[in-house]
């Protein structure tokens, strides 16, 4: 099983409905991020949490929220989603006593809104 | 404001030739340097990263060379193989906790 879990994979949605984006680690990982990659672009952080908390803003949150259910899970919402939020969703987790090689990506949820 | 850039998005590089990806910072102050690599249908995969107060970090197959004089940080690939193939980003963390920020990203291309 994956340590870093993203559900759904892939998802279709229209413009104006809400969707959630849902991601669980077993990595006992205190920490966790949701980033957001474009086309030719890396990733862009949207939100983190080092715990539960405690929610942070990243570079890029307007337009998104999310909820630190459990130390193992991290969902990010799309309120009402627009098409320029199509991109590939990375869930990541870390725990700084690991150093920056403990950083775990998840697999992607890729987004389309149309 | 601060970024994290790379030269070259492309890069084709025969089988067994060593390959070298380039990657330009501007934050002077971020404590780490690290490389990824990201296969088709995958999350980023940790490969070396390399501390400011360093200069060359050596890993199998791979090293990692920081020049801070001119930010300039790159990914050498000894004898690249057809499994190298994937878009390699660079980051810098943060001290703040952990935060990355990335660069664009260069694609490898490893040809037979």
């Known amino acids: 099983d994956a340590d870093v879990t993203q559900t759904p994979r892939n998802r279709i949605t229209k413009t104006g409905k809400r969707i959630m984006l849902e991601c669980s680690q077993t990595?006992?990982?205190?920490?966790m991020y949701w980033y957001r990659q474009d086309p030719g672009l890396g990733l862009r952080l949207i939100y983190y949490?080092?715990?539960?908390?405690?929610?942070n803003k990243g570079e890029i949150s307007d337009g998104y929220s999310v909820s630190r259910q459990a130390q193992a899970k991290f969902s990010l919402s799309l309120e009402s989603a627009i098409p320029n939020q199509t991109a590939l969703y990375f869930c990541a987790t870390s725990d700084p006593r690991q150093g920056i090689s403990g950083y775990t990506f998840g697999s992607g949820t890729r987004l389309t809104v149309v | 404001g601060e970024s994290v850039g790379l030269h070259l998005p492309t890069l084709s590089v025969q089988e067994g030739d060593n390959s070298i990806i380039n990657c330009a910072y501007s934050n002077s102050a971020s404590d780490y340097f690290i490389w990824y690599k990201q296969e088709s249908g995958k999350g980023p995969q940790f490969i070396i990263d390399?501390?400011?107060?360093?200069d060359k970090r050596q890993g199998q197959r791979v090293t990692v060379l920081l020049n801070k004089t001119v930010k300039h940080l790159s990914l050498q690939i000894a004898a690249t193989q057809p499994g190298d193939s994937a878009v390699y980003f660079c980051a810098e963390n943060n001290n703040a906790g952990n935060m990355l920020t990335f660069g664009g990203g260069t694609r490898l291309m490893v040809k037979p």
């Open positions: 949490s080092f715990d539960v908390k405690d929610i």
């Open positions: 390399i501390r400011s107060n360093m």
């Open positions: 990595k006992g990982h205190d920490r």
